[in-house]
């Protein structure tokens, strides 16, 4: 994973590196760990197509964060999709709090190539996470198509 990211002021660490639903669980990656999906930002269009990021709950109900790529066209049409999580609760901001163990993205801005993404923490703290938006999208377009 890559970029870093902090919230409520408390950290700042390293994160290891619609016109239609897209029908983005199959099992195939990350998503078969989870119980249930869900999404998360609003779709950024790109030269490789539309990217977006989603939430996984697992099965003790911790919340994580994956990224997927659609079809510019065909928005249904899932093009690539993360293996792993790209986010996952470990400081203490998002283990602690209303509900417990919880990263969930709800709003991306691209700037100056930088991605930021602001994600609700535990359901209590607002954190913000970075990182190189242009070499998230070639891990993607790259790495994890479909």
């Not at 999709?81 to 209303?98: A, C, H, N, V, W």
């Not at 930088?114 to 359901?123: E, F, H, N, R, S």
């Amino acid at each position: 994973m890559i970029g870093s990211r902090n919230g409520n002021e408390k950290s700042n660490t390293q994160i290891d590196t619609e016109r239609r639903t897209a029908a983005v669980d199959d099992g195939r990656t990350m998503v078969g760990k989870t119980q249930r999906i869900g999404g998360g930002t609003p779709p950024v269009k790109t030269e490789k197509g539309w990217f977006m990021l989603y939430h996984g709950v697992d099965a003790k109900g911790i919340y994580r964060v994956g990224a997927v790529l659609l079809d510019l066209q065909d928005p249904a049409k899932v093009i690539a999709r993360t293996k792993e999580y790209l986010m996952e609760p470990d400081q203490d901001f998002e283990l602690s709090g209303i509900y417990e163990g919880c990263v969930f993205p709800t709003g991306c801005v691209v700037k100056e190539g930088t991605l930021y993404v602001y994600y609700g923490c535990a359901d209590q703290y607002i954190g913000l996470a970075t990182c190189n938006f242009t070499e998230l999208i070639e891990y993607l377009a790259s790495e994890c198509k479909y």
